[in-house]
């Protein structure tokens, strides 16, 4: 049984590094993907996890495996194509450590061409949460695989985790991706959001009521929006939670988000509790945890690469200073 089933998109992405000969910029290639960097994560603070996918078999694609397989996660889901390439993103920093991507991503590429036939039937009953994103949704077949084994590990008894993560250059129309992303909710338990993407899905609509809609018309049990350095608000069955993040040295947000979002995974896991009976104090723990993960990963460069150990997440709580 898996503690995590991650599906969707793995890649690399080349992350700026300083600059070379006529200062041409030089870059890091770290292998991720958000529903891979949520199932490192996972892994590499002790949970049974697995991603589930397609690289190519190129030579990002084995470094894909080699980071999965680094971070103890389970690899033996993704699919090395021989007929797809690796999808490639190229990150551009601002000074404050945010992020731009370029990607090189189309039906040639291997992530966009996973099939139904690529998913074990087994495994729909072997997760105890199951993870998605957007950018899988954005081109067929991978849209139609990942929403059917989502809707099938729902009624096999997982809670559902959906992390939108929009990517509009990835989207040939953003009214088809806004209403892709709405279309997906109702599948979910559990859904993090960004402040930009809630404000994409649902305009000028105040949080409150944004948590109070999510809560009431699609059954999600706790939606959380993120804020990057201004933390995070998070609604549980209609009670709202503030929660700051850390004050560290940014350097590359990459991940950030999909390792804050692995933290309050694994925090609800070890409490070993229905989402919907935490107390408050509860909650505020795993809002906690989730934060200092997120904040620790921005301080160095890469996803995946830059997963902290459980020892620094417990000091950076202990001892760091909340924005």
Excluded at 76 to 101: C, E, M, Q, W, Y
Excluded at 116 to 135: A, M, N, T
Excluded at 214 to 219: A, Q
Excluded at 235 to 254: C, H, M, P, Q, W
Aim: proline share 5%; charged share 20%.
């Amino acid at each position: 049984m898996y503690d995590l089933v991650s599906i969707g998109e793995m890649l690399i992405d080349f992350t700026p590094c300083g600059t070379g000969q006529n200062n041409a910029p030089l870059y890091l290639q770290n292998p991720g993907g958000a529903p891979a960097n949520v199932a490192c994560a996972m892994a590499k603070l002790g949970r049974n996890a697995t991603f589930v996918g397609k690289v190519g078999d190129d030579l990002f694609g084995r470094a894909c495996r080699t980071a999965l397989e680094n971070a103890g996660c389970d690899s033996s889901h993704l699919i090395l194509s021989k007929t797809f390439a690796t999808t490639l993103a190229f990150v551009t920093l601002s000074p404050d450590g945010n992020r731009d991507f370029s990607f090189y991503r189309n039906l040639t590429t291997a992530d966009v061409n996973l099939l139904p036939e690529d998913i074990p039937g087994e495994l729909l009953h072997q997760g105890k949460i199951f993870h998605f994103g957007s950018v899988s949704l954005t081109q067929e077949p991978s849209r139609s695989t990942v929403l059917e084994t989502i809707k099938q590990a729902r009624d096999a008894g997982a809670i559902i985790s959906y992390d939108p993560n929009l990517r509009p250059p990835l989207w040939g129309s953003l009214d088809f991706a806004k209403t892709t992303i709405l279309e997906a909710l109702p599948l979910c338990h559990l859904l993090k959001i960004s402040d930009d993407e809630q404000n994409f899905l649902f305009g000028t609509e105040p949080e409150e009521e944004v948590g109070r809609r999510l809560f009431e018309e699609y059954g999600i049990i706790l939606t959380v929006i993120t804020k990057a350095k201004q933390g995070c608000s998070a609604f549980l069955n209609g009670r709202k939670f503030v929660a700051s993040a850390y004050d560290v040295e940014t350097i590359d947000t990459t991940g950030a988000g999909d390792s804050f979002w692995a933290g309050l995974l694994l925090r609800l896991l070890e409490l070993n509790k229905a989402p919907d009976t935490l107390t408050d104090e509860e909650m505020e723990d795993v809002l906690r945890f989730a934060n200092a993960l997120g904040s620790l990963v921005t301080t160095k460069r890469g996803a995946i690469a830059a997963i902290p150990t459980r020892e620094e997440i417990e000091t950076c709580i202990r001892e760091g200073k909340l924005l």
